[in-house]
């Protein structure tokens, strides 16, 4: 076997030799691109960043996920058997919009109630007609003149 040494340690040589090399060539490669590297950390973090939020706000989204899902399906559920109730006993929507009718009554209302003059409100004429808006005396003359009348 000594032949086989022989061969092995010329191969061992060059092998670490070339290890030895390429490690002192790729340290001097990422000492000349470490700022390059630091800067992409930095770029990575900055374009995970809305999904570290995503990954906090995890509950909250499921939740709202959750509550449109089956609000939506709750109102389609609704809507269709309110459609199936009304084809069963021949609901059927009014050709004539409702606001249009609604107008027509009361234009037709107008039309045959005739115009009276509105007189203005005359506070003054009020109270002197009805005596319980002029307060006479106090309360004490009141119960004075209660007292007395008895």
């Known amino acids: 076997m000594g032949w086989l040494s022989l061969l092995t340690a010329p191969l061992s040589f060059l092998y670490g030799l070339t290890v030895t090399s390429l490690s ?19 770029v990575l973090y900055l374009t995970l960043l809305p999904l570290q939020i ?18 939506a399906t709750i109102g389609m559920i609704l809507y269709f058997t309110g459609n199936i109730i009304s084809q069963v006993l021949k609901i ?4 004539e919009q409702p606001w249009n009718r609604v107008k027509e009554e009361s234009r037709e209302s107008i039309a045959s109630t005739p ?13 002197k007609k009805d005596t319980k808006y002029l307060p006479y005396s106090t309360i004490l003359e009141e119960e004075e003149n209660s007292n007395g009348s008895e």
């Open 24 to 42: 002192y060539l790729l340290a001097s490669l990422l000492f000349i691109a470490s700022p390059v590297i630091y800067v992409g950390r930095i």
């Open 54 to 71: 995503l990954i906090k706000l995890e509950a909250f989204i499921c939740f709202m996920t959750g509550a449109v899902l089956i609000g």
């Open 92 to 95: 059927e929507d009014s050709p």
């Open 115 to 127: 115009e009276e003059p509105e007189l203005p409100f005359d506070y003054w004429e009020m109270q």
